[in-house]
């Protein structure tokens, strides 16, 4: 996950972080498929976000999304050490963050791209790689908006719906 990238340098590396996703709404979501880079499967995108405005599927986005990020002992800052504006994934970020109601479709599909290509381990699956902008996310008592970033490799059934 992403913070709001002005507030990142204060806050993370420099203690605990207090992060609270009580009041935390998704707004957008959108999937990729990224392949396996050495077998040359490529990347699948989506070219729309997935409809999150049913509350039981928000709800259910929410904590699969946000269960990771609960133990602040997992919060890293980006590094590139030419300078922080040098790595690809704060400046997809940024751009995100800086058009945070258009932007959001094609610069995930740049990460998607991003991922597969620095991707070269064949140990490393093809997976779904979820992009999602969350808003009211509070760190230290800041409210802020939030990139999440994840690739799944493996499949659960979360939830099963029946018809009867």
């Known amino acids: 996950m992403c913070l709001n990238y002005d507030l990142i340098p204060n806050f993370v590396g420099t203690h605990l972080v207090m992060i609270d996703f ?3 709404i998704l707004r957008n979501t959108i999937v990729h498929k990224v392949g396996q880079r050495s077998e040359n499967q490529g990347v699948q995108c989506s070219k ?3 409809p999150t405005d049913n509350t039981l599927l928000n709800a259910l986005l929410k904590q699969y999304f946000l269960k990771p990020f609960q133990n602040p002992d997992r919060l890293y800052n980006f590094y590139h050490p030419l300078g922080l504006e040098e790595h690809p994934m704060y400046g997809m970020c940024k751009e995100i963050f800086d ?4 932007a959001l ?3 995930s599909e740049k990460i998607a791209e991003w991922l597969y290509t620095v991707s070269d381990n064949p140990n ?3 997976g779904d790689c979820f992009v999602s902008q ?3 996310v509070t760190i230290e008592n800041t409210v802020c908006r939030g990139v999440i970033i994840l690739k799944t490799e493996s499949k659960q059934t979360y939830l099963s719906v029946q018809e009867r």
């Open 99 to 102: 058009d945070f109601d258009g």
């Open 105 to 107: 479709p094609p610069v």
């Open 124 to 126: 490393i699956p093809a």
């Open 134 to 136: 969350i808003e009211e």
């Open 48 to 50: 729309s976000c997935i």
């Open 22 to 24: 009580s009041k935390t």
